[in-house]
């Protein structure tokens, strides 16, 4: 077993990197489905949803920082191409979505599928002891939790 500069298993390490690199790329496609929803809503929702959805691609914007410099403190590289956030999208890709509930919808399964890999980087980190990576993890799905929660009280529907 041999470690890194951050006292982590350099095998263990490049494997989070990595799911991180899926993380971000799915973070980038999620950001620019909340950019376009914040930009083609229409309806008599508009100001609200305008403001909310700003509110989340602000949000999102930090948290892309925040992984792809974690990437950079793991000793890996971010992904930064279109092409390498296509290849590995598991997000849906809103397109010209103006409609209120579909816009409400698509962030309620982009964060479905964010969590998902989020929980599956927790696990791994956890087994890692990599704590800068799973403290990363446990707050943003905390986060996303009560987002998914508000979307679908709005959508007047359950969990
Ligand atoms: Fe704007």
């Known amino acids: 077993m041999t470690f890194n500069s951050i006292g982590l ?21 999620y950001y620019q489905n909340l950019r376009g929803i914040h930009w083609n809503i229409k309806g008599k929702r508009f100001f609200d949803l305008h403001v909310k959805f700003e509110e989340l691609y602000t949000d ?11 990437i950079l403190t793991l000793g890996a590289t971010p992904l930064h191409t279109f092409e390498d956030y296509t290849k ?44 800068g990576t799973n403290s990363m993890m ?11 929660w508000m979307m679908k009280a709005w959508l007047d529907e359950s969990i």
């Open 88 to 131: 590995s999208a598991k997000v849906p890709v809103g397109k010209n979505i103006s409609q209120d509930e579909k816009a409400v919808r698509l962030i309620v399964d982009s964060l479905k599928e964010l969590l998902q890999i989020e929980r599956e980087i927790l696990d791994a980190s956890g087994e890692a002891n990599d704590e």
């Open 60 to 70: 999102a914007n930090v948290k892309v920082d925040e992984i792809a410099e974690r």
């Open 138 to 148: 446990s707050d943003f799905i905390t986060e996303q939790e009560k987002t998914v």
């Open 9 to 29: 298993d350099t095998k263990q390490t490049k494997a989070i990197a990595e799911d991180l690199n899926v993380l971000l790329a799915n973070f980038q496609i």
